[in-house]
């Protein structure tokens, strides 16, 4: 029903599909991230078990909607294609790490000991602007490559994937922006801007590349698999075991790969 409901809507060409589809995540950043008007002192209990369920769903996304069918796809050769691809992923969200701050800094709030006033003052903007950016790009890549496909259920999966995810993603970024003084609403409101600036023109640019030439399909679905792994390992995982809380973590990991594994049977 999803499905053909989304069919309706978007039509059968994957660059309007993947169009719709960056919107949809785009929004509900902007969801979450206007949560903190509402929800206005959420604790870190909470923060750490929401940022645990969106890690697992991102995880049973990584294999169910990118790697497996990466691998089926590419046929003979596809599980080279495909590790090829997550060696890339990897290899460039290490980079990105180490010429930015840790995005973990952005989420808590916490500047370094060594920083001045005016440093401090400027440490949250700069991790917004260029450390969450360079977070969401293998997330928007990997809805995009999904719709490129050709797989409405596979693109879908992965929009609703990333959408949940999105959700307390929103809200852990506005939360830290309170926290750095910034003000509540309009900070909220630029999350969501900033989601829709860097998401939407990497999902069109994951479903142009596979429909340009089908055969980058598997490099590029182990590519965004490799990138959202590896913030899942090296980002979200350390910082919600990092206050204490890592059994609400742990449990909402477990909810976010079981709750994910549903969506990506019942819309196969």
Same mark, same amino acid.
């Given at each position: 029903?999803?499905?053909?409901? @989304? %069919?309706? !809507?978007?039509? &059968?060409?994957?660059?309007?599909?993947?169009?719709?589809?960056?919107?949809?995540?785009?929004?509900?950043?902007?969801?979450?991230?206007?949560?903190?008007?509402?929800?206005?002192?959420?604790?870190?209990?909470? =923060?750490?078990?929401?940022?645990?369920?969106? +890690?697992?769903?991102?995880?049973?996304?990584? @294999?169910?909607?990118?790697? %497996?069918?990466?691998?089926? @796809?590419?046929?003979?050769?596809?599980?080279?294609?495909?590790?090829?691809?997550?060696? !890339?992923?990897?290899?460039?969200?290490?980079?990105?790490?180490?010429?930015?701050?840790?995005?973990?800094?952005?989420?808590?709030?916490?500047?370094?000991?060594?920083?001045?006033?005016?440093?401090?003052?400027?440490?949250?903007?700069?991790?917004?602007?260029?450390?969450?950016?360079?977070?969401?790009?293998?997330?928007?890549?990997?809805?995009?490559?999904?719709?490129?496909?050709? #797989?409405?259920?596979?693109?879908?999966? =992965?929009?609703?994937?990333?959408?949940?995810? #999105?959700?307390?993603?929103?809200?852990?970024?506005?939360?830290?922006?309170? #926290?750095?003084?910034?003000?509540?609403? &309009?900070?909220?409101?630029? &999350?969501?801007?900033? +989601?829709?600036?860097?998401?939407?023109?990497?999902?069109?640019?994951?479903?142009?590349?596979?429909?340009?030439?089908?055969?980058?399909?598997?490099?590029?679905?182990?590519?965004?698999?490799?990138?959202?792994? @590896?913030?899942?390992?090296?980002?979200?995982?350390?910082?919600?075991?990092?206050?204490? #809380?890592?059994?609400? +973590?742990?449990?909402?990991?477990? +909810?976010?790969?079981?709750?994910? %594994?549903?969506?990506?049977?019942? =819309?196969?």
């Amino acid at each position: 029903m999803l499905e053909a409901w @989304f %069919l309706d !809507l978007a039509g &059968t060409d994957p660059l309007v599909q993947a169009l719709v589809g960056g919107v949809v995540i785009a929004g509900l950043n902007l969801v979450g991230a206007l949560l903190v008007v509402v929800w206005r002192d959420p604790s870190q209990w909470s =923060l750490d078990g929401a940022l645990g369920f969106a +890690a697992g769903v991102m995880l049973a996304a990584s @294999f169910t909607s990118l790697i %497996l069918p990466g691998i089926e @796809f590419g046929g003979e050769n596809g599980l080279l294609e495909v590790i090829a691809g997550i060696v !890339l992923g990897v290899v460039l969200l290490d980079r990105a790490d180490r010429w930015v701050p840790h995005v973990h800094v952005l989420i808590t709030g916490r500047q370094r000991a060594d920083q001045t006033v005016s440093q401090a003052d400027l440490a949250p903007i700069l991790l917004f602007i260029v450390a969450i950016t360079i977070h969401n790009m293998p997330e928007g890549l990997a809805v995009g490559v999904g719709f490129g496909s050709g #797989n409405v259920g596979e693109g879908l999966s =992965l929009m609703l994937a990333i959408g949940m995810q #999105n959700i307390p993603e929103g809200l852990a970024v506005s939360v830290a922006a309170v #926290n750095a003084g910034f003000d509540r609403t &309009t900070y909220a409101a630029l &999350t969501g801007v900033r +989601a829709g600036l860097v998401e939407i023109p990497m999902v069109l640019l994951g479903a142009w590349a596979v429909t340009v030439s089908s055969a980058i399909l598997p490099y590029a679905m182990g590519f965004a698999a490799g990138g959202m792994l @590896f913030v899942i390992s090296d980002e979200i995982v350390p910082e919600t075991h990092s206050n204490g #809380n890592e059994r609400v +973590a742990t449990m909402g990991l477990m +909810a976010g790969v079981v709750v994910m %594994l549903y969506l990506d049977v019942t =819309l196969a």
